[in-house]
């Protein structure tokens, strides 16, 4: 088994799903993907359809195509210079027998520009309509709220009722508390709000371990900013997460987790992630996919 089947096949367990689940999804025949997670590319048929199944998979494994493509690059089959001569040969001869494919594509253009100067033309001329309409008030420009006077009624306006502006009430003076003994000012204490402080303990390979102090559980809240990211949640290491999707850009998600949590990214670096409302330094998550494992400890004191 090669590194790059190694690598898909392991993302493909840890969220649980089959070879028949990757099939459904990227209608790739399951003999195709066990040639690809058993390293044996020369079954595929062809180096272009090679690379493309391989970036299908990934992205059903919640992988970055283009990072296990740049990756693995020296795993990859190379396009032999054959092959790209042939399908240049092809396109030529596709060319030549349909000569007016050209002529087709500028009719279809200049169809779309005709119908455009034509909603232009009825756009100016229904503005320039709505101006002409409009009637000018003899007397130049009136007194908001007046009323307009009739000829037969120039010599007996009728006044327009004047409406109260509202007062905004003075808001009550505040007090300062006084003690009964000397009158002196009480000096009000804030109260102390527990901190959260998220705290990096070590690394494992693909496993980053963190303490957060502050707090009785676990709040975590990710947000989708990049590309689309795979997630997974649970209380405890585990490879079957109870709650788990995919985020699209802009989307986030809110989880709620006892003393323990255990995460999964599959693409860190297209989310953000902050834990009781405090950051987690994503940049930092170098594997793809990267799993998180935080406990919580006592609460920070001054």
Same mark, same amino acid.
């Given at each position: 088994?090669?590194?790059?089947?190694? =690598?898909?096949?392991?993302?493909?367990?840890?969220? $649980?799903?089959?070879?028949?689940?990757?099939?459904?999804?990227? &209608? +790739?025949?399951?003999?195709?993907?066990?040639? !690809?997670?058993?390293?044996?590319?020369? *079954?595929?048929?062809?180096?272009?359809?090679?690379?493309?199944?391989?970036?299908?998979?990934?992205?059903?494994?919640?992988?970055?195509?283009?990072?296990?493509?740049?990756? /693995?690059?020296?795993?990859?089959?190379?396009?032999?210079?054959?092959?790209? @001569?042939?399908?240049?040969?092809?396109?030529? *001869?596709?060319?030549?027998?349909?000569?007016?494919?050209?002529?087709?594509?500028?009719?279809?253009?200049? @169809?779309?520009?005709?119908? #455009?100067?034509? !909603? $232009?033309? +009825?756009?100016?001329?229904? =503005?320039?309509?709505? #101006?002409?309409?409009?009637?000018?008030?003899?007397?130049?420009?009136?007194?908001?709220?007046?009323?307009? *006077? #009739?000829?037969?009624?120039?010599?007996?306006?009728?006044?327009?009722?004047?409406?109260?502006?509202?007062?905004?009430?003075?808001?009550?003076?505040?007090?300062?508390?006084?003690?009964?003994?000397?009158?002196?000012?009480?000096?009000?204490?804030?109260?102390?709000?527990?901190?959260?402080? %998220?705290?990096?303990?070590?690394?494992?390979?693909? %496993?980053?371990?963190?303490?957060?102090?502050?707090?009785? &559980?676990?709040? *975590?809240?990710?947000?989708?900013?990049?590309?689309?990211?795979?997630?997974?949640?649970?209380?405890?290491?585990?490879? &079957? /997460?109870?709650?788990?999707?995919? @985020?699209?850009?802009?989307?986030?998600?809110? !989880?709620?987790?006892? &003393?323990?949590?255990? !995460?999964?990214?599959?693409?860190? $670096?297209?989310?953000?992630?902050?834990?009781?409302?405090?950051? %987690?330094?994503?940049?930092?998550?170098?594997?793809?996919?990267?799993?998180?494992?935080?406990?919580?400890?006592?609460?920070?004191?001054?």
């Amino acid at each position: 088994m090669s590194e790059l089947g190694q =690598v898909l096949k392991e993302a493909r367990e840890e969220k $649980g799903i089959t070879l028949d689940d990757i099939q459904r999804i990227t &209608k +790739i025949q399951r003999r195709y993907l066990e040639a !690809i997670e058993r390293g044996h590319l020369h *079954v595929l048929p062809g180096h272009f359809y090679a690379r493309a199944f391989i970036k299908s998979y990934a992205e059903a494994v919640g992988l970055d195509p283009n990072h296990i493509m740049s990756h /693995f690059q020296s795993d990859l089959p190379a396009q032999p210079p054959q092959e790209q @001569l042939e399908r240049l040969r092809r396109r030529r *001869v596709a060319t030549t027998s349909n000569p007016l494919q050209a002529g087709k594509w500028v009719t279809k253009t200049l @169809l779309v520009l005709f119908v #455009g100067l034509i !909603i $232009g033309v +009825i756009y100016v001329a229904a =503005v320039n309509s709505d #101006g002409f309409s409009t009637q000018p008030v003899p007397g130049g420009n009136l007194n908001p709220g007046a009323e307009v *006077v #009739g000829p037969g009624q120039a010599g007996n306006p009728t006044p327009v009722p004047q409406v109260p502006q509202a007062q905004t009430p003075n808001p009550p003076a505040v007090t300062p508390e006084t003690t009964p003994d000397n009158g002196s000012t009480a000096p009000v204490v804030p109260e102390e709000v527990p901190q959260s402080v %998220l705290t990096f303990e070590s690394q494992q390979g693909s %496993l980053y371990k963190y303490t957060l102090t502050g707090g009785d &559980k676990i709040k *975590v809240k990710i947000k989708a900013v990049g590309e689309n990211c795979w997630y997974g949640a649970a209380e405890a290491k585990t490879t &079957k /997460f109870p709650k788990q999707g995919t @985020l699209t850009k802009d989307q986030e998600v809110e !989880i709620e987790l006892g &003393k323990t949590a255990y !995460i999964r990214l599959g693409k860190p $670096g297209a989310v953000q992630v902050t834990v009781n409302g405090t950051a %987690l330094d994503t940049s930092k998550l170098k594997f793809m996919p990267s799993n998180v494992s935080i406990t919580l400890g006592q609460p920070v004191t001054e």
